[in-house]
T-cell receptor
């Protein structure tokens, strides 16, 4: 059974710092891995989607990598800003049914 | 372009009552999903619909039913609500499973007393 784990559960950094959020998954049989952002009381917003054949995706200050063989993904945020404060979730879409399994998220707080 | 809309935003039920959560998307997406989110946990898939006319169980389908009314609409029904179904419910859609990102609605906060 696919399990997705995110470490750390919470992170507090000063503004301007570069940071890395980690995601691991137990089964490499995936179509893709997605990173989402969730603000308090809101829905999820997609940040990056990496197909299983890809190694990384970039969008602005965000860079996500995927190592399917080791079951790991990282989300790198450059030059963090207070507006980046949110919960970040990773999710894998598994083969053999197209189900999406989410991690519990990392709550990020960027201090001004 | 409203994206994914959900109604209602908030709902309080008594144990044993029934209700239907509505979801609609205007992006001409084939696939639609229902998730629940509980404190300290990620989202868990309840049901999904790969295309109009098909539905499949997710991780936690017990106590729920779904209807893919047409390509735009996907509803979730609680026939006899239980306190364990207190949660935030999210609907999502995507163009094609396995390839496209999922777009989420704003959620329905449900409390069952």
């Amino acid at each position: 059974k696919q399990e997705v784990t995110q470490i750390p559960a919470a992170l507090s950094v000063p503004e301007g710092e570069n940071l890395v959020l980690n995601c691991s998954f137990t089964d490499s049989a995936i179509y893709n891995l997605q990173w989402f952002r969730q603000d308090p009381g809101k829905g999820l917003t997609s940040l990056l989607l990496i197909q299983s054949s890809q190694r990384e995706q970039t969008s602005g200050r965000l860079n996500a990598s995927l190592d399917k063989s080791s079951g790991r993904s990282t989300l790198y945020i450059a030059a963090s800003q207070p507006g980046d404060s949110a919960t970040y979730l990773c999710a894998v879409e598994v083969t053999g049914g197209f189900k999406t399994i989410f991690g519990a998220g990392t709550r990020l707080f960027v201090k001004a | 372009n409203a994206g994914v809309t959900q109604t209602p935003k908030f709902q309080v039920l008594k144990t044993g009552q029934s209700m239907t959560l509505q979801c609609a998307q205007d992006m001409n997406h084939n696939s639609m999903y229902w998730y629940r989110q509980d404190p300290g946990m990620g989202l868990r898939l309840i049901y999904y619909s790969a295309s109009e006319g098909t539905t499949d169980k997710g991780e936690v389908p017990n106590g729920y039913n779904v209807s893919r009314l047409n390509k735009r609409e996907f509803s979730l029904r609680l026939e006899s609500a239980a306190p364990s179904q207190t949660s935030v419910y999210f609907c999502a859609s995507s163009g094609r499973q396995g390839t496209d990102t999922q777009y989420f609605g704003p959620g329905t906060r449900l409390t069952v007393l």
